[in-house]
T-cell receptor, first 108, second 115 residues
């Protein structure tokens, strides 16, 4: 069945370092969504990418959708302690399939 | 504006008991989703309603699980009888639009523990 894989599963960084999580789908996606879940919290929508090769920025966060619309990435520049949480990608394939998430911890 | 409201926030029950989780979506949203989150299986869609009608319930684990949406402002997820493997965080989410290409707003979740 449809799968959405995310790597890495965990990432520990020093505050100020950059962070990247990668998302790969087994099939072409019409769009991809990114969510953030703080520890003990609920997923919160960050952004949706629709176009092939699309790049969107939100302050220190850069989101990219691959040319083949089968992969995506989220890059955070100069991480802060407020970036701590799990980042999920999700793609619609009959239903919304979530990746396993990348848990980011930031050491001050 | 209030977001998605779920109750209870925590539920501890014994195996075999009936559990009912409740959700109030954001006013004006016409799609509602129930998810289950566990460490082993991640975030899984259980059921999706559009305009109060169940559209996709393929994620409902088994007949012990049932969901209803009697009106646009209320939905329930019932587990009867509950089992320890049902222990998880259950999220309700809503969106404006049909399908899975719209931003979903998640509620705070219900943490269910079945002993």
């Amino acid at each position: 069945g449809q799968q959405v894989m995310q790597i890495p599963q965990y990432q520990h960084v020093q505050e100020g370092e950059d962070f990247t999580t990668y998302c790969n789908s087994s099939t072409t996606l019409s769009n991809i969504q990114w969510y953030k879940q703080r520890p003990g919290g609920h997923p919160v929508f960050l952004i949706q990418l629709v176009k092939s090769g699309e790049v969107k920025k939100q302050k220190r966060l850069t989101f990219q959708f691959g040319e083949a619309k089968k992969n995506s990435s989220l890059h955070i520049t100069a991480t802060q302690t407020t970036d701590v949480g799990t980042y999920f990608c999700a793609g619609p394939a009959g239903k919304l399939i979530f990746g396993q998430g990348t848990e980011l911890s930031v050491k001050p | 504006d209030a977001g998605v409201i779920q109750s209870p926030r925590h539920e501890v029950t014994e195996m075999g008991q009936e559990v009912t989780l409740r959700c109030k979506p954001i006013s004006g949203h016409n799609s509602l989703f129930w998810y289950r989150q566990t460490m082993m299986r991640g975030l899984e869609l259980l059921i999706y309603f559009n305009n109060n009608v169940p559209i996709d319930d393929s994620g409902m684990p088994e007949d012990r699980f049932s969901a209803k949406m009697p009106n646009a402002s209320f939905s329930t997820l019932k587990i009867q009888p509950s089992e320890p493997r049902d222990s998880a965080v259950y999220f309700c989410a809503s969106s404006f639009g049909q399908g899975f290409s719209y931003e979903q707003y998640f509620g705070p979740g219900t943490r269910l523990t079945v002993t």
